[in-house]
């Protein structure tokens, strides 16, 4: 079949994730012409929707960041820089209200949100949806209620309340029917968010719930309080319920993550990036150490789209940016970029002897790209393999996105980082 050449875009960022989304935002913002090419949604889709940016700190989050890349300069945030932490998340918290999902911090400025999960387990992140936040047991007095719904099997509201009694929070459990379902047991997040996107079945969920409140503080409900009319679904309850609602992270699929991704990709539309989610890059066509464009798959044969920058944010090992093999092989399939492992032949050294070991597994902190302070992959002798392909986001080396909790800061980090160099513009900070 007969290749169709395409009109070059400024940059294309490759992955929908979270690096991948912002990159592509940062990028539109400052004018350039942005192709975003995913073989799917990210991780967002999946995680609890929030913001890890260094869940161990216990105080000001972000000195506690800066002294750890101080003593650990191949960390991403150390490679990133301090100050592209701070502005991104900034512009993270902007490009959500602009979008309606609006993101929020802790009462106490700088400190970590402590957000019950659905077991009564306190999570520590940095940044979560305004929804989330009004939860913050931060110096919270008074009686929680937690509301689920009659059979539903993926939230018990008595086991979190018993836990969250362990850790000194008050906490009441409600169960009420689901909104139009009287059998729940089976249904998935995101439908029971379209559910109270209806405002009559959202009543009768409130009417059910009025007797109940009595002297509780706040209303914690499972993060499906609506998916395109959430803030309205959410002020609706407050209002009603005369208490503050918030969300609880529910398993996945995320409904806080459909929000946000639904609302950056329409958002990028409206900016007239090009959005292609469904469709895998195949390999980057490369000319004396530039990329000049990549092949992306279609039914049966590939598409080159052609641009001057290109943002690798497609991963690691979660979600295809990264593959390996039964004899241990670690390799990125677009540009055959080096990739960083935990060494050894074969998967002797991925995995320690213990399931649950405290600083998690070699496969996950070991693997990966290795980039320099410019986000550009390195090679063997810490030379850059190409001069216009920079990386983002899970796909670098250097820190565990399982047990280091803070993922979600360095795709955002990494994403601002690899967009100012690639447009030139980390002399700039008004764009
Ligand atoms: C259940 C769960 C809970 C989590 N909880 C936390 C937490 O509490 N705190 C924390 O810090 N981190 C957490 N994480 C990790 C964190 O969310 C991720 O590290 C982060 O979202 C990764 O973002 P990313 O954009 O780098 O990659 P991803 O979200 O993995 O996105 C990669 C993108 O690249 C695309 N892609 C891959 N290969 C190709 C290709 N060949 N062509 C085109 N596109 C391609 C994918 O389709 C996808 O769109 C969690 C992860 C999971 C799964």
Known sequence: MTKTTQTGSDVIVIGAGLAGLT???HAVQTGATVRL?????????????????????????????????????????????????????ERFRAITKAIGVPYGACVKAGHNLRLTTLLGAIQTPLLAPASMVSGDLTGVTGEILLVSFTGWRDFYPALAASNLAKQGITARAVLVDAPGAPQAWDLWPVELARRFDDPALRQRVIDQLRPHVQNAAKIGF??????????????????????????????????????????????LLRQRARVQIGHPVVHGIVENRR???????????????????????????????????????????????????????????????????????????????????????????????????YAAGHLLTGFNPLTDGCAEGIALATALKAVQVALALEAQKSY
């Open 222 to 267: 499972p993060a499906v309080v609506g998916l395109e009319q959430h803030v309205e679904a959410l002020a609706d309850c407050t209002q009603q319920l005369e208490r503050p609602c918030f969300e609880i992270a529910t398993l996945p699929p995320s409904v806080p993550g459909t929000r946000l991704s639904n609302r950056l990709r329409r958002w």
């Open 291 to 389: 990329c000049v464009g990549v092949d992306v798959g279609a039914l049966g044969h590939t598409n080159p789209f052609y641009a001057d920058q290109f943002i690798l944010a497609t991963g690691g090992l979660y979600n295809g940016g990264i593959q390996s093999d039964e004899s241990g092989r670690l390799w990125e399939p677009i540009f055959d970029l080096p990739v960083k492992g935990p060494g050894g032949t074969g998967r002797e050294k991925w995995y320690h002897a213990n399931l649950l070991v405290h600083r998690g597994h070699a496969v996950h902190r070991h693997t990966g790209l290795r980039v320099n302070t410019r986000m550009q992959p390195l090679d063997a002798d810490g030379a850059p393999v190409l001069d216009n392909v």
């Open 37 to 89: 090419i995913a073989q799917g949604w990210g991780q967002q889709i999946v995680t609890p929707g929030w913001i890890s940016v260094c869940d161990r700190a216990k105080d000001d989050v972000i000195a506690e960041l800066r002294g750890y890349a101080a003593l650990h300069p191949a960390h991403p945030y150390a490679l990133a820089g301090d100050e592209g932490m701070i502005d991104c998340l």
């Open 23 to 25: 990159a592509a935002v």
